[in-house]
T-cell receptor, first 111, second 113 residues
């Protein structure tokens, strides 16, 4: 069946470090892929998405490339800030009405 | 203007009580959702309505009953609350054919004592 696996957190980095949060998926076909971010005390919000293989989604300095060969959609950022501290969720589109969610990865950035 | 709003933001109640959480969206979306997020941040879909019709009804206790009086509102009623119901409940909405993005409310933190 369809599933999403994310690296376990928390991930702790110093400010200006390079970030990678791994996400791999199992799916039938090539569903759209998403990264959502949840800041403390808030609801989730879409960070970026990719709708087909080799697409790169980007937003706020974050990037992720849809790689069908490795069934991955890893999230990267070149230089993280304290304000990036949040929980990050990888998800895939399962149907018109449903997303399959990863377990979330908590990111902590220290000044 | 808040796109997806929920009330209340915090709800503390005793076991056995009945409570409701309300959700409203002003985005004109045709689909609304309820999610439960546990203390480890794991997100679980509970229900989804499209144009007031129930389309996703995951395995949740039948003490949980959603109600959608119109496309802009989706309420969640919980009977006979249990300790294990303590969690953050999120409402979300989306519009079919518009990029699949789900818009989330700020959440309702339910604590059952």
């Amino acid at each position: 069946g369809n599933s999403v696996t994310q690296m376990e957190g928390p991930v702790t980095l110093s400010e200006e470090a390079f970030l990678t949060i791994n996400c791999t998926y199992t799916a039938t076909g090539y569903p759209s892929l998403f990264w959502y971010v949840q800041y403390p005390g808030e609801g989730l919000q879409l960070l970026l998405k990719a709708t087909k293989a080799d697409d790169k989604g980007s937003n706020k300095g974050f990037e992720a490339t849809y790689r069908k060969e490795t069934t991955s959609f890893h999230l990267e950022k070149g230089s993280v800030q304290v304000s990036d501290s949040a929980v990050y969720f990888c998800a895939l589109k399962y149907s018109n009405y449903q997303l399959i969610w990863g377990a979330g990865t908590k990111l902590i950035i220290k000044p | 203007d808040t796109a997806v709003s929920q009330t209340p933001k915090y709800l503390v109640t005793q076991m056995g009580n009945d409570k409701s959480i309300k959700c409203e969206q002003n985005l004109g979306h045709d689909t609304m959702y309820w999610y439960k997020q546990d203390s480890k941040k794991f997100l679980k879909i509970m229900f989804s309505y499209n144009n007031k019709e129930l389309i996703i009804n995951e395995t949740v206790p039948n003490r949980f009953s959603p109600k959608s009086p119109d496309k802009a509102h989706l309420n969640l009623h919980i009977n006979s609350l249990e300790l294990g119901d303590s969690a953050v409940y999120f409402c979300a909405s989306s519009q079919q054919g518009q990029g699949d993005e789900q818009y989330f409310g700020p959440g309702t933190r339910l604590t059952v004592t």
